[in-house]
């Protein structure tokens, strides 16, 4: 059984930076796409990033301030965020798909437990 377990949350001051890491046990996603997505209480949970080996994306509210990045042979992947912002405050959950891209919540079949990224202003 596949598992993801988020690390590297925390409290930061708008303007800096943090890095998640997502480590997978129980299964290899080499050909797959990783994400992750966010959610503030109260809102619907939504994407941030998504890579596979030659494919990646961000939402339009991170792009130029966030990257995705992956270590295959570490099973694990990163998202380092940068500028931070208030409104990024949220818990931020790493996921995985059986199928080599997709960006919808729906299609990704494993997911971590979810991490705080609280942004003060």
């Known amino acids: 059984q596949a598992q993801l377990v988020e690390s590297g949350g925390g409290l930061v001051q708008a303007g800096g930076s943090l890095r998640l890491s997502c480590a997978a046990s129980g299964r290899t996603f080499n050909g797959n796409v990783m994400g992750w997505f966010r959610q503030v209480p109260g809102k619907e949970r939504e994407f941030v990033a998504a890579?596979?080996?030659?494919?990646?994306a961000y939402a339009d509210s991170v792009k130029g301030r966030f990257t995705i990045s992956r270590d295959n042979a570490k099973n694990t992947v990163y998202l380092q965020m940068s500028s931070l912002k208030p409104e990024d405050t949220a818990a931020y959950y790493c996921a995985a798909a059986d199928t080599a891209w997709t960006t919808l919540q729906i299609s990704y079949n494993y997911w971590g437990q979810g991490i705080q990224v609280t942004v003060s202003s």
């Open positions: 890579r596979n080996g030659f494919r990646v």
